[in-house]
Each structure stands twice: as structure tokens, then as C-alpha cells.
């Protein structure tokens, strides 16, 4: 599109809207370890912080600052009505809340453990803890296979919501998992079938075995694993092609 274009659609945008205060196109892809991505302001108000709403819930963020993709609201909502009261979920990639505040928000009786390596997705996460008043929330900054250790053994459920490489931390996510948790494994389907995907999920767990030097994965062979996937695909997702197994381990 034109640069022209651009400018023309966006000065459209804000007169036909006008609770719009900021139009901003995303100008790179999602990179790094953070997942974030550069975006540039067309017209309006120079910044990217904003408020999105979503679920009942509100969360304060900066595009560019953190990891947010929308188009997850009805997967978050999904795995939310799957929390029983009491649970303890550890959501691995937090990013600033998403999953962990709705699920807080829905079971006040449940224990979120929330971690996320970038500082600025913490800040955030902790803004959106106060601002939606929950107070079952820990909100953790660091890597979390340095911290995987302090929570053995805790988890009910654990959100892997860092698709592509989660498949690097199902050690740690095995480690934190009680015996006969669920974890919810967020994957990119690419070129792979429903098998293919299965068994790549069971060659990380077969690594993770060799390399997890609890008890914990005593019980997890490839084949119990592969017998207890469920395949789930993302319908709002659909251009990304995520696909996500629940492993009742
Ligand atoms: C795809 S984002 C998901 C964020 C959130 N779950 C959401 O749906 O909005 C992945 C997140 O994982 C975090 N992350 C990446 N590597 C990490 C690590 N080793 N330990 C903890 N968090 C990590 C990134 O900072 C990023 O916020």
C-alpha cells in the first residue's frame, strides 16, 4: 500500500471513529526473546500504550514493549473454563497477564503462578493485576528455567504459550507439573499432520526424560503421552496455524 494510502486511510479512521485515538501499523515481525515487534504511528496521539479489553477483563500494555496478540481472546476464555476451583496454574510465558488474569479473575479460589522473562511485560502484569483486583496472582520476572525449580511439583495446569519453542521448556514445565497435571502446549502446525505434531511433542518429552533428574517423569513414556493427546486448533488463529495439545500426564 502506498504511502499515500496509508495516510488517507488512517485520517478516515479517525473521522469516522471517534473513540479512536491512535492509528499504528505493525513494522517488523514478532522477534526476539521478548516476542516483541516494532510498530509505526500513522496518525493520532504519538504512543503505543493502550487498554485493551477482553473477557471482562482489562489489560494496560505497550505494543511495543511486550508480546499481545488479541486474536487469542476465545483460546483464553476456552482454557479459563477449563480451571476447577482450587487448581494452581503456572502460566510459563505470562506476557502481561492474559491468560493468568482471566483464569484468576474466573477462580478466585485458584493459585496462578505467573512468570515472564521481559521486565516490561512484569510491569504490566502487575498494573493488570491492580487494575482488574485479583489477588491470586504471582507475578514472577526471570527466566523460567531458573525458576522451574522453586515450583516442583505445584502445578495442576501450565499454560506453554510460547509457540515454536516450547518444546525447550517441557523439562522445566515437567518439573513443575503435579502427577497427573495438564499442560497446555502451544505449537506451530507449519507443514506437520496431527501425528507428525504428536510425535514431536513425544521426542521432546523423551529429551526431557533423559535430562529431568526428578521422579516426576518416571511415569511419562512416549507412548502414555501420545495416547493422552488431545489436538485442539485455534480457530481465531487460523493464518498462524497454532495448534496446542493438552497432555493429561
Ligand atoms: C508468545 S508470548 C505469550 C504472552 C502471553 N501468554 C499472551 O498470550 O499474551 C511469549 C512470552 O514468553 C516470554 N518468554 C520468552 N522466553 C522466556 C523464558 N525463558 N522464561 C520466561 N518467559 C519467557 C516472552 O517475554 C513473552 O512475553
Known sequence: MSEEDLQRISDLILRRHKNVKVVALKASAVEGVFRKRRIRILKGEQRTETIHRENGCVFKLDLEKVYFNPKLASERKRVAEKVAAGECVVDMFAGVGTF?????????????????INPDAIFYLRENIRL???????????????????????????IMNLPKESHIFLKDALRMLKNRGIIHFYTI?????????????????????????????????????????????????????????????
Open 100 to 116: 493468568s488474569i482471566l483464569i484468576a479473575k474466573r477462580s478466585p479460589e485458584s493459585k496462578v503462578i505467573a512468570i515472564d
Open 132 to 158: 482488574n483486583k485479583v489477588s491470586n496472582v504471582s507475578a514472577i520476572q526471570g527466566d523460567v528455567r531458573e525458576i522451574s525449580e522453586k515450583f516442583a511439583g505445584v502445578a495442576d495446569r501450565i
Open 189 to 249: 502446525e507449519s507443514a506437520y499432520t496431527e501425528d507428525e505434531m504428536r510425535g514431536s511433542l513425544s521426542v521432546a518429552v523423551q529429551r526431557a526424560e533423559q535430562e529431568v533428574e526428578s521422579g516426576i517423569c518416571a511415569c511419562l513414556s512416549a507412548a502414555r503421552l501420545r495416547s493422552r493427546c488431545e489436538c485442539h486448533f485455534c480457530e481465531e488463529s487460523a493464518t498462524l496455524r497454532t495448534l496446542h495439545f493438552h497432555s493429561r500426564l
